[in-house]
DNA sequence: ACATTAACGTAGCAGTCGCTACAAGCATTA
DNA sequence: TAATGCTTGTAGCGACTGCTACGTTAATGT
């Protein structure tokens, strides 16, 4: 038994902000709204955690690994080429299930670009996170392609979400007929 | 004499608010910062402007305007292909000089992510007119690989903006070598 | 049975948010 | 000169922000 009462008490509100997170950004993210949503208290958010930071740190953890769990089902048995990677990513992340993940994902890349300490090392470590199941994932010759595509599979991911985004869906399937 | 008093005065309002959401983003753009950087009162810009929406239009559209002068200035003599244009969009773009913008522009995507209907519309018109600087200087033998390409010239530059937003920048060089 | 600590509710702090009512200054025109 | 309308400062509204002081109840260990 390693989890004590008060871990597993804040492993449950955990999750409960990570669904408010995802239904609503950051931007909605105060401590009280947050606290309605894991049915306590704003009080007890505070008792929990010792700061607000603490808590959405948390939290942007947990949703980073309901995100990972997500991929790692979709993981295909043989390694792929970096077009068919590709295209199996686009069509999962466009999915309506794992927008609020991308949603929340640029939220957090905005932060990070104004190097806001408390996103900015959160965010970095994800994209890292994809970097490596990249390189997993692909078939290449040899390591040195290997890493290069899977830089390449990253920066053509986000930018298909991120022309996504500003409402250009249609723009992203142009560039792949 | 097209411009009344008033306008001149907004015009001048304008274009220092737009160099205080370049050096310190959107989320810190409420009225009294704002009214602070432009040398006046939160009284006098909800004067001048009959919202905080309206005013945040004027000075979004006034920063997409430099932006793409900016880019008329790198404008090339004669048509380029996508490599070539690619990679002196990105040295541009991630040029220190241009970056607040880059910084702006996520933000604004972050928000039109959620379609919020201040910033989707404004967001999306940024995005056409990228397509379209494309589309203009882009070497291609016709009209569908034309619009093909500006679609992954658009995307192939998000992507890099994106990652290196979070500090992945070393893996945008890697993926051009 | 009693003492100690963990868990939580109530209430409120000082500060910021967008926005507005009110009035005073100002210039122009009648 | 008087009156009108444009410009602006002061002050404040109610709602919200992160956070905390204080008290009470519930559980726990001895």
Redesign the interface.
Known sequence: MKLSKTDERRSAIVDRLADHVLAH?L?AASLRPLAKAAGTSDRMLLYYFSDKSELLAATLQRIAERMTGAMVEQVSPEPLPIEALQKRLAAMLFDDRFWPY??VW?????????RDPLY?PI??A???GF?AWGEAQLAAENEEVR??DA??L??????????R????GE??E??L?
């Open positions: 950004g931007v991308m949603c640029i939220e957090l890349a905005s932060r990070a670009a104004r900015t965010a970095a994800i994209g890292q970097l890493t290069r830089a390449k990253l920066i053509a991911i986000e930018g298909m979400v991120l022309v985004a500003i409402g250009l723009t992203v142009r560039s007929s």
